[in-house]
């Protein structure tokens, strides 16, 4: 902006002298080697303002070349891909979460009517039953939500790597160590939930064993008539 002014005010430094030649129609020799000086003078002002402003217009040139708008079109990919893939981790991470609290709930809900086998009436059984079936069908949903959102998120991990791929070719090299970075740490987000997942399924399916093996227990003792079956065989753990 410097450089502008200074050319602008060479500029209009000539255009006064150019005004006063052209306002005498007859000038005398004196005064033609005058301006003829002051024309001169001008411009050798204008010669330095044009050198100077000439810089920063190189280098907007130098900017636009076919190698500089590669390399920034690559980070533009990155920072696209960044952000998607920000999203779609934040979206599977909370739906494993949802997914892992709907299992403890089911297990709880598991255990407690476990614990209440012979006590509760055929009602009551019937409408805990009815809760059961309810979070089975809870967990079945949130399952569906995480597979859904786990497909995004491959899909944001595949771009997202070969963004960086391409931004270390084009140059770009700090823009793709900062995509691997934080792809780096999407992938351990995911996969710290997954083992929380996966650790509740444990427990389920554990329960779910212990579920089969006491309502064996407990028929086997209701056919025998064999009282007070809670005391001997369904104690709570």
Not at 90 to 111: C, G, P, S
Not at 182 to 202: D, G, M, P, T, W
Request: hydrophobic fraction near 40%.
């Amino acid at each position: 902006m410097a450089a502008l002014r200074r050319s602008v005010a060479c500029l209009n430094f000539f255009r006064s002298t150019a005004t006063s030649v052209l306002s005498s129609r007859k000038p005398s020799r004196q005064r033609l080697e005058r301006i003829t000086g002051l024309t001169r003078t001008s411009l050798a002002s204008l010669s330095v303002c044009g050198g100077l402003s000439a810089v920063p217009f190189m280098q907007q040139v130098e900017n636009l070349s076919h190698e500089s708008l590669v390399r920034r079109a690559s980070s533009t990919v990155i920072d696209s891909a960044n952000t998607y893939l920000s999203q779609t981790t934040l979206a599977l991470v909370d739906a494993i979460t949802q997914y892992a609290k709907a299992i403890h709930t089911l297990i709880a809900l598991q255990r407690r009517y476990m614990a209440s086998l012979g006590k509760l009436s055929t009602a009551e059984e019937d409408a805990i039953w009815q809760v059961i079936i309810g979070q089975r069908v809870e967990v079945g949903d949130r399952l569906n939500e995480c597979n859904r959102f786990e497909s995004n998120w491959i899909n944001a991990v595949n771009l997202c790597e070969m963004a960086s791929e391409a931004a270390y070719n084009t140059g770009a090299e700090q823009a793709s160590i900062t995509a691997k970075t934080i792809l780096q740490a999407a992938k351990s987000q995911v996969e710290e939930v997954r083992q929380i997942s996966l650790e509740a399924k444990r427990k389920l399916a554990e329960t779910k064993a212990e579920e089969i093996q006491r309502m064996a227990e407990y028929a086997s003792f209701i056919e025998s008539g064999v009282d007070d079956v809670h005391e001997a065989y369904l104690r709570e753990d």
